[in-house]
C-alpha cells in the first residue's frame, strides 16, 4: 500500500511464491496469481499503447517493461532435461506452437496459460475458454486506457512531438518497477 493520485492509497495485497528448488530464479505463484496476471496484462497494454504512439521514444520503456514480463533470451530452453518430465510438461502444456512461449515469465494456470503468453507476446489470440474471453477483455480495457491517457497527453500535437508526450505519460502512469 502507498499514496496515490490525490493521496489516496492502494495496494494488491500479499502475493505468496513458493522457490523452485532447482531453480531458484523460478518460483510458483501459491497465492495472488489472479492479481498477478492482471499486472501482467497491465504491464502488456501500456508497452504495446506506448509502441502505438512512438516506437522510438517507447524504446526505452518497452526494454523495461519486456525485462518484467520476459526471460533473458540465453540460448536454452527456460525449463530443460534436469527439471524432470513433470516439471516439463506442467510449465509447456497448453502453449504447444506458440513461438518464444518460454521467455514469458509469468505462467499461469492451464487454462489460462496460452492467453497469458499470448497476450504478452502479441500473439494473435484463439479464445477457447471464458477464462481466456476475460483475459482478452482485461487486456482490451487497459490498452484502451492506455491509449486515452495517449491522447490526452498528445493534446492535438501530433507528430513525434506528440507521440513522444504519450510515451512521457504512459511511463509516469506505469508502475514503479519499470519506471526510469
Aim: with cysteine; hydrophobic share 45%; charged share 20%.
Amino acid at each position: 500500500t502507498g499514496p496515490g493520485p490525490a493521496g489516496l492509497s492502494h495496494g494488491l495485497g500479499r502475493v505468496v511464491v513458493q522457490r523452485s528448488r532447482a531453480r531458484p530464479a523460478d518460483a510458483v505463484v501459491l497465492d495472488g496469481q489472479q492479481r498477478t496476471i492482471t499486472l501482467t496484462l497491465l504491464l502488456a497494454a501500456v508497452r504495446d499503447a506506448a509502441i502505438a504512439a512512438d516506437a522510438a521514444a517507447a524504446a526505452p520503456l518497452t526494454r523495461r517493461i519486456d525485462g518484467v514480463l520476459l526471460r533473458p533470451r540465453t540460448g536454452g530452453p527456460c525449463v530443460g532435461e534436469a527439471d524432470g518430465a513433470a516439471v516439463r510438461y506442467a510449465y509447456q502444456a497448453g502453449l504447444e506452437g506458440l513461438p518464444r512461449a518460454e521467455t514469458v515469465r509469468l505462467v499461469a494456470s492451464r487454462e489460462d496459460r496460452r492467453a497469458v503468453c499470448s497476450l504478452v507476446l502479441g500473439v494473435p489470440l484463439d479464445i477457447g475458454s471464458a477464462g481466456s474471453a476475460r483475459l482478452q477483455a482485461c487486456y482490451a480495457l487497459f490498452r484502451r486506457e492506455a491509449a486515452a491517457l495517449c491522447a490526452q497527453a498528445e493534446g492535438g500535437a501530433g507528430g513525434e512531438a506528440g507521440g513522444a508526450r504519450a510515451v512521457a505519460a504512459l511511463e509516469a502512469a506505469a508502475p514503479r518497477a519499470v519506471r526510469r
